[in-house]
Structure formats: C-alpha cells, structure tokens
C-alpha cells in the first residue's frame, strides 16, 4: 500500500488567484495522478504526472489551468490557476502502488472553495 | 460517454441486512474492476477489487460478483453495519494503467440501526 499526504487539507481562495497543491508519498512510485471530485459528484481524473516528463492531461483539462510539476519519485505539486467558482472542488492525488499488477491508492484530499 | 454506470444512487438498509451496489462497464479493455469506499471528509479507500479472470472474490464481508459477458460487476456487503454508511464507487481501468480510472457516479449507502 501506500500512504499519502496533501498540503492543504482545505483552503478558501479569491477569484483570479492560484493555489498549490502539493502532494507526498511515502514510497517512490513512477506514476502519479490528480483527480477532481466536485461536491456530490464522482472523481474525474486531471492529468498523470510522471516523473521526469510533462503531465499528460486528460480531454478537458489544459497545462495552463493546472500546471504540475513531478520534481521526484515521492511528490508533485498541482497549480489551479486564475481560480474561478467553478473549481471549487476537492482535489485528490493518487498512485498506482504495490507489486503489479498495480492498485490504486488516494491522498485525503484538498477541499477548495473559490469565491 | 460514460463509460462506467452505477446503480443505485442511494440505498438505505437495515442493520444486518444485504447491500448490494451494481456496476456495467462499456469499455471491454478494462480488465480492472475496484471499488472504493469514501467517508465524508476523506480520500476513498481501496475496499475490495476484482480482475476478469474470476467471477467472484470474497474480503470479509465484501464480495464482488463479476460477468464478464454482461460487462457486469456489482458489490454486496454481507451484515451491513451502521459503520458502512459511506458513499461507495465502482470503477474500471486496464491492469497496466491501474491509476487511470474511469469511476461511476457513486451510491450513497445508510445502514440504519
């Protein structure tokens, strides 16, 4: 298994800014991922962030909106930039961690509310 | 297009009694059936998964049933406890891309005492 921690637990941000999100994982893994969990809704992933090489990003989500960096096998960081109430959502990291075939594992998430 | 249908969208249950949360999938490439359990406030938590070559897989309490020529799964929790009230999700990935999931919209469950 694995565990993960996210820095912050929650914030409440002003419209036009940006927040960080940073994630950690207590063992190396090669594959990291953000997903985006709106209030009620179901998880919807953001981009896979490999270590050493840019995020890919699923339809619908662009680099210039939420830019990640994977500086090492242990943590990576999400920018949401330029915040609208629209992303007012919980923010979660994920890994695929273990022995293959590989399971999933989820950080506790970063609950953020814009306004 | 979704592509991972879950039903129902909330269930409630009596103490001790079955629940039972169903699952399709669309995509046949998917050979990676978990399910995760989420508390308000958390992260959701690997409970229990499944891959295509069984049809059933039994953690405690926790069974996954799985037909793959119906594209079809679903999760019964067996003596359901108040402590299971939680909103529960299916979802569907290829073993070689484990963290790339597709998930359902998920069923919020309430055992009532």
């Known amino acids: 298994s694995a565990v993960i921690s996210q820095k912050p637990s929650r914030d409440i941000c002003q419209r036009g800014t940006s927040l960080t999100i940073q994630c950690q994982v207590d063992?190396?893994?090669?594959?990291m991922f953000w997903y985006r969990q709106q209030p009620g809704q179901s998880l919807t992933l953001i981009a896979t962030?490999?270590?050493?090489?840019?995020?890919?990003?699923e339809s619908g989500f662009v680099i210039d909106k939420f830019p990640i960096s994977r500086p090492n096998l242990t943590f990576s960081t999400l920018t949401v930039s330029n915040m609208s109430p629209e992303d007012s959502s919980i923010y979660l990291c994920?890994?695929?961690?273990?022995?293959?075939?590989?399971?999933?594992?989820f950080g506790p998430g970063t609950r953020l509310t814009v306004t | 297009q979704q592509q991972v249908k879950q039903s129902p969208q909330s269930l409630i249950v009596q103490k001790g009694g079955i629940s039972i949360i169903n699952c399709a999938y669309e995509?046949?490439?998917?050979?990676?059936f978990p399910w995760y359990q989420q508390f308000p406030g958390k992260g959701p938590a690997l409970l229990i998964a499944?891959?295509?070559?069984?049809s059933e897989k039994k953690e405690g309490r926790f069974t996954i049933s799985f037909n793959k020529s119906a594209k079809q799964f679903s999760l019964h929790i067996m003596d359901s406890q108040p402590g299971d009230s939680a909103t529960y999700f299916c979802?569907?990935?290829?073993?070689?891309?484990?963290?790339?999931?597709?998930f359902g919209d998920g069923t919020t469950l309430t055992v009532k005492p």
């Open positions: 994920s890994v695929e961690a273990g022995t293959a075939p590989y399971e999933q594992y």
């Open positions: 063992s190396q893994v090669t594959m």
């Open positions: 962030a490999n270590q050493g090489s840019e995020a890919t990003y």
């Open positions: 995509n046949t490439a998917f050979d990676y």
């Open positions: 499944i891959r295509p070559d069984v």
């Open positions: 979802a569907a990935s290829s073993r070689t891309n484990a963290g790339k999931s597709t």
